[in-house]
């Protein structure tokens, strides 16, 4: 049992559905044949939660340290002592409060290696903020904590994988955000993401221009000509298979995507609308680029409907098993390295 994955879960916001988007995904106890998981909050909280879904039968084993992790139950560490005023569907400090606190033990033990994976439920960017906390989101802080140069927010699904080269910046710094160099990096991280954790051994990317048309040949901007070309150029000279500039439009209405491993978009929203839109119930928010394994569901604190017992699971579900996927395919690796075949020189001799 010492090689079962254990996997980390932070709670995100308290007064929205990522609670209820475990508990309905732990509930499942076929889940503890996969991984063990364990998640950062308190039962008090849980239990709320719990409450407002009308679930009698379900309870966490509650531990005080990573390693005491009951491997056939869903595990609780509290993070803390007081008593939670909780306002399902308000953005407020309490929020952010214990979202922080839940994100930050849970990541502080990923690191220290006495869990496999981190999956986080969705958090308030604004009430998160803190001495501690000064980023836009999840990607950029765990990027700081595992002291990354670069890291690629990935969506992935069955159907689509899509990266971005800026991600939570405003969209009028996008143009001078983008350079050669930043979206080399990005096709570095996705190539190897895309051999390392999904076992693409010659991965296809398409490269999506900026501007409307890719530009048009220069026609409706420079960016192409002068950036994103010279960049899919070099990645080629690298071994990258690099392909593109395309106009992002005609490019996922045609679902021309179908044919390649992964879509590199150039901002935040370019890629993640048509990608909610194809797989919004079974897309996951994957950090690759990072020493650790970090899955996220693809929707945010769904405040509108937090107490109404209506989120859906599908995306958390999905987050917690590419997690257990990522891991699995890392370790093999690592074997298959330390252990490779050894080559024979065979005969020229024929009987």
Request: glycine residues 8%; proline residues 4%.
């Amino acid at each position: 049992m010492s090689d079962k994955i254990k996997i980390g879960i932070s709670i995100g916001d308290v007064n929205g559905i990522g609670l209820e988007v475990i508990i309905k995904t732990l509930m499942d106890a076929k889940i503890m044949d996969y991984c063990t998981p364990i998640v950062y909050g308190h039962t008090k909280v849980a239990s709320f939660h719990r409450k407002t879904m009308e679930i009698d039968e379900f309870n966490f084993n509650v531990i005080n340290d990573a390693l005491e992790a009951h491997h056939k139950r869903p595990n609780m560490i509290n993070c803390w002592e007081e008593d939670v005023q909780i306002e399902l569907g308000q953005a407020n400090a309490n929020g952010g409060k214990y979202a922080f606190i839940s994100l930050e033990r849970a990541l502080d033990d990923l690191i220290a290696g006495k869990t496999d994976a981190l999956v986080t439920a969705p958090i308030n960017k604004h009430t998160i903020q803190n001495e501690n906390f000064q980023f836009a989101g999840h990607t950029e802080y765990i990027q700081s904590k595992t002291n990354s140069e670069d890291s690629l927010m990935f969506l992935v699904s069955e159907d689509i994988r899509v990266g971005v080269v800026t991600g939570h910046i405003p969209v009028s710094e996008i143009p001078e955000k983008i350079t050669k160099e930043k979206i080399l990096s990005k096709l570095n991280l996705m190539n190897q993401s895309l051999k390392k954790d999904f076992w693409i051994q010659k991965p296809k990317i398409a490269v999506l221009g900026l501007n409307p048309h890719a530009g048009d040949n220069g026609l409706i901007g420079n960016e192409e000509l002068e950036t994103i070309i010279p960049a899919i150029a070099e990645a080629n000279a690298q071994g990258i298979f690099a392909f593109g500039p395309y106009a992002a439009d005609g490019f996922f209405a045609a679902h021309t995507y179908a044919q390649f491993d992964a879509v590199l978009a150039m901002y935040h929203d370019q890629g993640l609308i048509p990608f909610k839109q194809i797989a919004f119930h079974s897309g996951v928010n994957f950090t690759a680029g990072l020493p650790v394994v970090r899955t996220s569901p693809d929707h945010g604190t769904g405040y509108d409907i937090a107490g109404k017992n209506s989120a859906s699971a599908s995306s958390f579900r999905e987050a917690l098993f590419t997690a257990i996927n990522i891991v699995e395919r890392r370790r093999e690796s690592v074997e298959l390295a330390s252990n490779p075949l050894k080559l024979s020189k065979f005969s020229k001799d024929r009987d």
